[in-house]
Structure formats: C-alpha cells, structure tokens
C-alpha cells in the first residue's frame, strides 16, 4: 500500500510540474523576433502605455526632476543634454534602422557633420574628403576648418589607395565620404575606403544621405560613423530640420559629449516630427527608387539630354559597384542638358517638381546645383564635382510614376 502511494504522489507531482511548464511556457516573454527594415521604422524605440497612449507623447518639458544619485553631467535629463524621451525613442529608431548599437540625433545634418568632426579632430589633425561633397560640408571645411586648426585634402574616392596614400599624413585622422555624391551620384570606392582606412588606422565617416538605411547601412561593410541629414528622405515631409550619427556605442557617446557642450540639440516637438516620418520610411524610398529608375531611363533615351547620372543605369561608370552595394539607387537624378538656357526651359516648365533646394521630400523638387545648392563653390571645385551650368539636379518624391513621366516629356517637347 506504502508503495502504490508513493507512485501515486510521484505522477501527481510530474502532472503538477508539466501543467506548470505549459503555464510559464504561455506566460513568458518570448524571444525577440527579427523583422525587416520597414517593420523596424514603425516600432523600434517606441514608448507606448503611458496613460494608455499608444503612441509616444511630446515631452515639452525643457528640464526634469533631478535624480539624488546623479554624479554625472551627462546624465542629467535636460532637453540641451539630449536625452529626454522624444530624443531616446529617435537614437533607438535610427539604431535599429542603420544595424548600429547605438544613434544620436541632432539640430540639423551640419551639426551632425561638424559635431562628429569636432568630436574626432582636434588642432593639427587632418582628414582625407571625398572631393565634390555637399556644399555645406565643402564650404565648412575651406571657410572654417582652419580657426579650429583641422586641416584637410580632398581626394578622389573613386580611384584607389595609390591616390590616397599621396594625401596621407602622419596626422591624417579621419577619411571623409558619401554613400553617393551631391549632386552627380558618383560612388566611392566605398569597400576600398574602409580597407584603406583600417590599414591606416583612420577613422571612417560616410554621409548617407542619398540613399537611407532603406538602400544601404555602412556599418555592415565596415564604416565606423554613418550621417544623415535627416531633414531629407529620412523624416520626407519638409517640415523640420534634424540630422543623426549612428555606430557603435564608444563612438557615438563622445560625440554626444560634444553635443551637449556645442548646443545643435534637436527641440522636442521636431523629435515627433521626425519620428513620425520615419515610420513610413520603407514606403516612401520604394516609391522613390521607382521613379528614380523610371525617369533616369526616360531621360537617358530622351535626344535633347545630354547626358545621365544614376547608379542604376548600366552606363552610371560605378553601376556594378552599386549593384553590389546597395539595395535600390533612391530617387535623385542628375542629368545634363545641352546649355544652360535649355535647362532654364525646362525647369520654368515642370508642373510638379518644385524649383527649389533641398531633396527627399514627399514632393518631387528641382534645381540647377551652379546657381543653387553649390553657388558657393568656385568654378573650378563645380568641375571637380562633375557640376555644369546646364547641370540639372532632381528629387523624385512619390507621386505616381506616370504624372512624373508625363510631366518630364511636356517640358521637354520644345527642346
């Protein structure tokens, strides 16, 4: 009797444990799931639940209550410090969306270009630049880089370590590139930049603008600082000005440092902005790469065009690069017509793009980089840069495929 009992309570207490086990099996925290890209825009970062509130408020507060442990500057929650909520949800968003640890976002693309610098260039260094850069970052370093004691030289990125070992110094620090350049869409030797730059010990810094962790994320060949003027395709909407540094955590936080003590601090209600713009990141820059492609092939089969730059063409030099690097070209075309008056034409003739600066917005814009966005580059640095005066300049935004099309052959039927 003894023992029938025993075996009894035996089989009772392993119906207990495996009654329980399925309990803790429902009840526990599952395992994170790996989700693509435009899952990551719409639910990294996000603080929900507060007051029930799906979605994350705007903390307008410029100060918090002070925490009695605070022994750190840094860490004191204040909009100027950087890490109030808005703020937080953003650096985790961009992280998640460039594959970095860690992310910072900023005022605007030049506080985040020249905080970054700042941050990794002190008095007597000096940092190898792509030539044919952004204007505001060109402008930056030949009219200001020297009171800070930074010295540069720009190189051409597309070639190979031969021509950058010409430039290099004992005190070269950093090498500076974009994922594409502005305006003309040509492409860095970008594996050969890391591998150079590994091999030097340098530091290695790519503005991504153009192209956004939707169609390429550096750090996954190797760059060590990606940058992004997120006032562009990354928030889309034309209605604020942001910028961000992504990479790894012993990066970025000196450079947050810097920022806290420089200022370009984001304000909170442009946090929202950006956050919300984000989340349809994937949408947008799908859209934009098919219009990129459409309009590029219309306008190189076009006779009154002179000539094309876009990465998905198989004539753009760097295409198989690109093809190998990216995961879609993004929505900027540059193209030259044949003089500046036929290109004056057909910008006062467009309909939909806007003939403005800027680019990545939701809305087609248009310009001509000579007398825009690259004014204050002399005439010799415009050659450099691949830039005419009957150079054209072109963000698609997202409107549908066919208008854009039409719209072009319109303007481009008295030419």
Known sequence: VHFSASKMIRRCVRQCQAKAQKVATKTQVPVELETAIGTKAVHAGEIRGIEGALLTPTFSSATYLLK??????????????????????????IAALENTEAALVFASGMAAITTTMMTYL??????????????????????????????????????????????????????????????????????????FAKANNLLTMIDNTFLSPYNFRPTEIGFDLVLHSCTKFMNGHQDIV???VAGKFDLVEPVRHMLNHLGGSIDPHACTSLQRGLKTLALRMRQHNQNGMAVAQFLESHPAVKSVSYPGLASHPQHELAKSLFDGYGGMVAFDMKTKDEASILLSRLQIPAVTVSLGACESLVTRPEGSTHVGLSKEEQEIAGISESTVRLSLGIEDTEDLLNDLKQAISVL
């Open 68 to 93: 009695p442990d605070v022994s750190d500057y840094h860490s004191i929650k204040y909009i100027r410090l950087n890490n109030t909520p808005n703020h937080q949800v953003l650096d985790k968003k």
């Open 242 to 244: 942001a910028g961000s």
């Open 122 to 195: 002190k008095a007597g260094d000096h940092v190898l630049v792509q030539n044919g850069v952004y204007g505001g970052t060109h402008t930056w370093l030949t009219h200001e880089a020297h009171n800070f004691g930074i010295e540069f030289d720009f190189v051409d990125s597309r070639l190979g370590p031969s021509e950058w070992q010409a430039k290099l110094k004992p005190n070269t620090k950093v090498f500076y590139v974009e994922g594409m350049s502005n305006p003309c869409l040509r492409i860095a030797n970008l594996p050969g930049v890391v591998s």
